[in-house]
């Protein structure tokens, strides 16, 4: 095969750069390019050369520059794979891609190409979730941190903003009907997962064509505490604050200016709207069993 790696050496505070010796090795029996990028419009130039040199385009590093490298891919008409190396591995989660960046290079062989679909808030591609609301203040607190917690650093910044938190005025629309609500956060999935195995929307999936819409209404601080561990097994839904509906657009607003986050970074301000690309992007998936 003939492999471009587009690797993001800062990702998952230096992991990808630790890997790639590793990875580099598993992949010697390709035609391999290596090219570590300096921004995510970097990345842009680079899936470009790789798309012009008719290679697959191999995105390491975190959901950031996979959600950027699949926007790239998805344009060009290309074909990509994914090998993880940041912190949250999200897409990797949803996807079935193995964790280590070893075994998943495994899978550029033995998978297959199959189509899946992109989200897009605005004109910006994403592959995993987009949401605004109490999740924006916990990405923005991810952001600043420097502790070293690995994935773990969801978790904290999410114990953290509960302390702070003031409910939000959320005016939306779900494919043209109004949906309005105060409280959490108002997020819209197409893998389903983020924050480092969060299970936000369970049933969501990246071949039916639609978004998932997750709302979370107004709570004390106590209950939203004691329903956060149920995220990681998706059975938060089952709370009488969490609503879950589909829809092919979504348009997002509310009463303080939220950073629109996805795939871990900034992609909009509001207000904002959010559509789905079915089948936009062909990606290299382990073959089902």
Known sequence: MRLQL????????????????????????????????????????????????DRVVVAMGGDGIVGRVAGAVASGGGVMGVVPGGRGNDFCRAVGIPLDPVAACAVLTSGVASPIDLGYAGATAFIGIASIGFDSDVQERV???????????????????VLSWKPAQFTCSVDGAALSLAGWS????????????????PAASVTDGLLDVVTSSTTSRLTFLRALPKVFKGTHIDEPSV???????????????????????????????????????????????
């Open 6 to 53: 587009v690797v993001n050496p800062a990702a998952g505070g230096g992991r990808g750069a630790k890997r790639l010796p590793a990875v580099q090795s598993a992949l010697s029996a390709h035609d391999l390019v290596v090219t570590p990028t300096r921004s995510l419009e970097h990345a842009d130039e680079l899936v470009a050369a790789a798309l012009a040199d």
């Open 186 to 201: 108002v997020a819209v999935a197409n893998t389903g997962m983020y924050g480092g195995g969060m299970k936000l929307a």
């Open 243 to 289: 609503s879950v509906r589909t829809a092919s657009t979504v348009t997002l607003d509310a009463d303080r200016p939220f950073r629109v986050f996805a795939d871990g970074d900034p992609v909009a301000t509001l207000p904002c709207t959010i559509t789905v690309k079915p089948a936009a992007l062909s990606v290299i998936l382990p073959r089902p069993r």
């Open 143 to 161: 952001l600043r941190s420097r502790l070293p917690l690995g994935q773990l650093v969801y978790l904290y910044g999410s114990l953290a903003t």
